[in-house]
């Protein structure tokens, strides 16, 4: 499958799911340093997961400012993750561009199912559909919080 290129501007800001454009040491800055769900994730790892999903860069003036990725099989189930937007640029209405935008990619239409996790977020994610879980009864993980902790 190929997946379509899409790249948007608004003003000075762009969003573009061109991997090339990605500012890999920056995303792996925030995303290890700034966030709880991948504190010290190694930058292999991180390079092997953007490798795999549908990147979505969010650029000011060509300057790496926000980021997104989903992973899909592109036919029933999506997974939202890593989204972030630098603090300097936050409260200009880009987290909601960026998630329209996210929603809006032509190779994920016609989901049956979206999912992700977050608990600082959930009036921009509510905004598009995205509920607490009806049955949380049935929802089940694995899941280890300490994976990127080295052990000394």
Known sequence: MELKV???????????TDIEKLDISSIHEFLSKETDWSKGIPLNTLKTSIE????????????????ARVISDYSTIAYLGDVYILKTYR??????????EIMEHPNLQG???????????????????????PHPEC?????NPNVYIKNK
């Open 6 to 16: 899409i790249e948007v501007h608004k003003n000075e800001y762009t969003i573009s």
């Open 52 to 67: 795999n999903s549908l990147n979505f860069g969010l650029y000011f003036q060509n300057k790496q400012i926000g980021f």
């Open 91 to 100: 409260g200009h209405g880009l987290s909601t561009w960026l998630i329209n």
């Open 111 to 133: 989901l049956r199912r979206w999912i992700l996790l977050t608990d600082t977020a959930e009036w921009l994610y509510g905004k598009f559909g995205f509920t607490a879980l």
């Open 139 to 143: 929802y089940m993980e694995k899941h």
